[in-house]
């Protein structure tokens, strides 16, 4: 049986490289993709050890013409994509009255703007993806935040833009289920990662999910038949807590 393919960006550490190992020990093969290429060498020599092939192309998402790249570099490596990983992004803090309207903007143009390229490059491959393996479909998974569904304050920029990706992964299935795609966003609280490094006072990295704990969804996720949607699954921390991320 032909190996799935998966996509995934912000894949050199963190969430983006316990997906692509968990996807690798699952059977996919793998086009990664970072910023940098570095940091996507170890992942990528990780993941062929479990018996993946893994593609490296490093991309900048703040450059039209790399997310063009990227998806053209899959294209040519595999043909068709059967999982596209929407999993880079960025933020800032910072309260409504004083976060500078520039960082609004940079927040925006990698965590909303990106994807909504990515995904609209990828359709075709996508589409291509679910004629050929119709038991699955073509999937997107995207990593939004459990702020955009319990937004907390000095988080409201980074909680738009993440919100604006888990209603687009729901516009994305509602249009595009007849052609066998659909699109789910999980929606994590605070994981145990470099982004999150800054609140170890206050919140250490013991109290906070795993990456593998993101990975496993995403696992679980890719194993879904094409009839079976999950459009948005927030993931969160137990205790008193729950709807703080």
Known sequence: MERRNALITGASRGLGAAIALGLAEAGFDLTISARGEPGLVSVAQAAQALGSVVHVHAANLRDDADISGLVAAHAAAFGVLDLLVVNAGMGY???????????????????????????????????????????????????????????????????????????????????????????????????????TSHLHESLPHAEMMTPSDVATLVVAMSKLSARASVPALPLTRPGPNIWRA
């Open 93 to 195: 803090t910072g309260t409504l009255a004083e976060l500078p309207v520039a960082r609004f903007d940079t927040i925006m143009k990698i965590n909303l703007r990106a994807p909504f390229l990515l995904i609209q490059e990828a359709l075709p491959l996508l589409r291509a993806a679910a004629a050929r393996r119709t038991e699955f479909g073509g999937k997107v998974i995207a990593v939004s935040s459990l702020t955009a569904m319990a937004s907390e304050a000095g988080l409201g920029a980074y909680a738009a833009s993440k919100a604006g990706l888990a209603s687009l992964c729901q516009t994305l299935t509602i249009e595009e289920w007849a052609h066998g795609v659909s699109a789910s966003a999980i929606s994590p609280g605070y994981v145990a990662t470099d982004m």
